[in-house]
T-cell receptor, first 114, second 115 residues
Framework: DVKVTQSSRYLVKRTGEKVFLECVQD?????MFWYRQDPGLGLRLIYFSYDVKMKEKGDIPEGYSVSREKKERFSLILESASTNQTSMYLC?????????????FGDGTRLSIL | AQKVTQAQTEISVVEKEDVTLDCVYETRDTTYYLFWYKQPPSGELVFLIR??????QNEISGRYSWNFQKSTSSFNFTITASQVVDSAVYFCALSSQGGSEKLVFGKGTKLTVNP
């Protein structure tokens, strides 16, 4: 089974802090994704990556950046956290060699910015 | 533009009732894929099914069944004889060959199954 592991289930940070959310997958997947989930808005894509050192903006990239130095790890960075970034963050991965494969999700990180 | 609409925000049923979750999609692509995911209270999204646009056969997996109709751009999900463990938020999602592996999600339907 695919395992996508997010470093924290709950995280509390302060406004202005630099925040790192880490995600690791163990199935050698090429594609990795970061979403945020908010009530009434569903899941919205922040960034995704097709391969090491590659990244593409999703629908709501403002205020975020990402890093993919190794195939198995995809980090989401909040450069200067703000209260409107309080949310549930979900990481996902999928196999890249065949198109449109299912994405497999981690447990999520519930981030609160005070 | 691609869009997925789940018009039912919340549904509440009593155990053993059948329940259908609606999903309507929009896409200009001729080749696309539809997905359903389940998100239990624990938070992790669990993949349930993937269906491509060329396969309109209905699918049944135990108590779950899916009805794909291109004519109405719908991909509805039915749970037969619902159980309390089916309580979750269910998401319908769409991706296409022109969409670069991105999933477009509906806003989800929260299903509560009461004992």
């Amino acid at each position: 089974d695919v395992k996508v592991t997010q470093s924290s289930r709950y995280l509390v940070k302060r406004t202005g802090e630099k925040v790192f959310l880490e995600c690791v997958q163990d199935m050698d997947h090429e594609n990795m994704f970061w979403y945020r989930q908010d009530p009434g808005l569903g899941l919205r894509l922040i960034y995704f990556s097709y391969d090491v050192k590659m990244k593409e903006k999703g629908d709501i990239p403002e205020g975020y950046s990402v890093s993919r130095e190794k195939k198995e790890r995809f980090s989401l960075i909040l450069e200067s956290a703000s209260t409107n970034q309080t949310s549930m963050y979900l990481c996902a991965s999928s196999k890249g060699q065949v198109l449109n494969q299912p994405q497999h999700f981690g447990d999520g990180t519930r981030l609160s910015i005070l | 533009a691609q869009k997925v609409t789940q018009a039912q925000t919340e549904i509440s049923v009593v155990e053993k009732e059948d329940v259908t979750l609606d999903c309507v999609y929009e896409t200009r692509d001729t080749t696309y894929y539809l997905f359903w995911y389940k998100q239990p209270p624990s938070g992790e999204l669990v993949f349930l099914i993937r269906r491509n646009s060329f396969d309109e056969q209905n699918e049944i997996s135990g108590r779950y069944s899916w009805n794909f109709q291109k004519s109405t751009s719908s991909f509805n999900f039915t749970i037969t004889a619902s159980q309390v463990v089916d309580s979750a938020v269910y998401f319908c999602a769409l991706s296409s060959q022109g969409g670069s592996e991105k999933l477009v999600f509906g806003k989800g339907t929260k299903l509560t199954v009461n004992p």
